[in-house]
């Protein structure tokens, strides 16, 4: 079984809809986070969280909200549902290590598409 | 602020050839690198990591980097390519200084001619 679950792996929807993407993890990690991967554009940082009561902004939150329900739990929602947030959305997990020197291990990816 | 800067969005090579993926930092810190594979279908893989001990970093599937701090760079090497290779490369920085996020390159997608 993966260690970071992302759920669904594919979804299709109409502009206007409430989205939720789920991520589960059974790395016993405290951080998690949510990218999004654009083409020529890479990985961008949504939001991440260092624990449970820990929720932060990354580069591009506008049109996002996250909720940390448990420490292997993060899921990410789109409340009204735009085009242009058509993506591959990426859940990712690390431990906080010596320093911070940990890498990221991630998910298979959500393919979203709004139309 | 810091920064990735992968030069080359696409990189041809035959088989068996010498894979030279570039990626140039930019941090006002001691960083902390890495290297991830994307194939079709699938999240970031781990290739190798640096984070300041050895400068010569050896990866899986036979790659390498070196970090080079006098040219902020952490180039990925591979003697000779194989057809498994071809796949999408990231680079990516992370630094404590902020709160070790990672920040992407744009990434380098590798296609290995027979």
């Known amino acids: 079984d993966a260690d970071v679950t992302q759920t669904p792996r594919n979804r299709i929807t109409k502009t206007g809809k409430r989205i939720m993407l789920e991520c589960s993890q059974t790395?016993?990690?405290?951080?998690m986070y949510w990218y999004r991967q654009d083409p020529g554009l890479g990985l961008r940082l949504i939001y991440y969280?260092?624990?449970?009561?820990?929720?932060n902004k990354g580069e591009i939150s506008d049109g996002y909200s996250v909720s940390r329900q448990a420490q292997a739990k993060f899921s990410l929602s789109l409340e009204s549902a735009i085009p242009n947030q058509t993506a591959l959305y990426f859940c990712?997990?690390?431990?906080?290590?010596?320093?911070?020197?940990?890498?990221?291990?991630f998910g298979d990816g959500t393919r979203l598409s709004i139309l | 602020a810091q920064s990735v800067t992968q030069l080359g969005s696409h990189v041809s090579v035959s088989e068996g050839a010498l894979v030279l993926l570039r990626c140039n930092y930019s941090?006002?810190?001691?960083?902390?690198l890495f290297w991830y594979v994307q194939y079709p279908n699938q999240g970031l893989q781990l290739l190798l990591k640096?984070?300041?001990?050895?400068?010569l970093v050896k990866g899986i599937n036979g790659f390498e980097a070196e970090f080079k701090k006098s040219e902020t760079s952490f180039h990925l090497t591979k003697p000779s390519a194989h057809m498994s290779d071809a796949a999408e490369y990231f680079c990516?920085?992370?630094?404590?200084?902020?709160?070790?996020?990672?920040?992407f390159g744009t990434g380098t997608s590798l296609t290995v001619i027979p």
């Open positions: 990712a997990t690390s431990d906080p290590g010596a320093g911070g020197n940990q890498p990221q291990h």
């Open positions: 790395k016993g990690h405290d951080r």
């Open positions: 969280s260092f624990d449970v009561k820990d929720i």
């Open positions: 941090s006002s810190v001691p960083p902390y």
């Open positions: 640096y984070t300041s001990a050895a400068t």
């Open positions: 990516a920085v992370s630094t404590p200084n902020t709160g070790n996020q990672f920040y």
